[in-house]
């Protein structure tokens, strides 16, 4: 079974995050923040992956920004020498008024273009403007090409959560394992 485990201390966070890739989308995620915790969630569960993540500190951004920093390098730990794994996942996903599309490569190359923009300052508790930067954090954490557009969408807290579903499922494909070798032309990602 694939999984790793990640911790994370500074002077401003304490974090911690494990993953299993071969899971069942169980999920315990305790950031203090409610919505960033059910994205997570969210993400876990249509991922099929089994995920921890806690965090604590001094600001909203700096717990956010540091959990998703533990999470990509655990995903990235997780993979090992990514033998065998499919590497490109996509997922275009709906949410009622929404309709996301994620595509992603996990060859090495840490690249993210991140097209949502919200109309609201704060989902449910998460500063909109984290939202983006997030999921760059995640991009250069776990050294993905990572593509997200929201295709069309009206509800902030729908656009967000398509988001993480279709992040979920892509992730899920990314990391499937299909074969032995290292999926490069090069022999090596
Ligand atoms: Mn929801």
Known sequence: ??????????????????????????????????????????????????????????????????????????????????KGIRRMGDAVVPMDDSLVLVALDLGGREYSDIDVTFEKEKIVDLTSDLFVHLLETLSSNLKCNLHVDVLRGANDHHKAEATFKALGVALSEAVEKIGEEIPSRKGMI
């Open 1 to 82: 079974m694939r999984k790793a485990k990640y911790e994370r201390k500074t002077k401003e966070t304490d974090v911690e995050v494990q993953i299993v890739l071969e899971g069942t989308g169980e999920a315990e995620v305790e950031t203090g923040i409610d919505f960033f915790d059910h994205l997570l969630e969210s993400m876990a569960k249509h991922g099929n992956f089994d995920l921890t993540a806690k965090g604590k500190g001094d600001f909203e951004h700096h717990i956010a920004e540091d959990v998703t920093i533990a999470l990509g390098k655990c995903f990235e730990k997780a993979l090992g020498d990514k």
